[in-house]
């Protein structure tokens, strides 16, 4: 166990979030800079699209691990619920807004997923399991990834249900709001019926 004083926990979720699996992955594979291809959207799904299923299960493996280390460092060093959640919102908003890659992140859902697995891996199953449901139904990975954080949001009210752990409930929330705010074009496309459907090639 370590100590280091609270201000710095969410300094280093912030900056580790910062680091750009999709960027840095791209360049080792000497592939075009994800946020100029695509969507312009730093992810998974955008190095996907060069081709490189390697490449793009690296990134995201990379993304979902920015939520993960801070969160269980933080743990492990008995942080209280306060400081572990301001940890668990800083390393998802340094992925979206990264200060090492001009603050233009990525959607936040892989690292989402990091957070829910550190936090409690009940939330973990639960977002995999509506996702996987709701991605059989629909086809539509989007729509998927708003159920399951929703869903996950809900939970956190059964899974963190002791009063010092209320804090917890907040950053899991913060976590949905912003990932609703970073799919809004996908809402747009989805209520207009022009959303991409799983495996369907894009025109």
Known sequence: MFELPSFIWPILGYLFGSISSAVLVSKVFRLGDPRETGSGNPGATNVLRS???????????????????????AQYAEVSSGVLAMVAIAAFMGHLFPIFFGFKGGKGVATAIGVFLALSWQ??????????????????????????????????????????????????????????QRHRENIERLKNGTEGKIGQKAE
Do not use: C
Not at 54 to 73: C, E, H, N, Q, R
Not at 124 to 152: D, E, G, P
């Open 51 to 73: 081709g490189n299923k390697f490449a793009a299960a690296l990134t995201l493996i990379g993304d979902v691990l920015k939520g993960v280390v801070p969160v269980l460092l």
């Open 123 to 180: 939330l973990l199953v639960v977002f995999i399991l509506t996702w996987a449901l709701v991605a059989a139904i629909t086809r539509y990975s989007s729509l998927a990834s708003l159920m399951a954080t929703a869903l996950t949001g809900a939970a956190s009210f059964a899974v963190f249900n002791q009063e010092h752990q209320l804090q917890l409930i907040g950053a899991i929330f913060w976590i949905v709001a912003f990932t609703f």
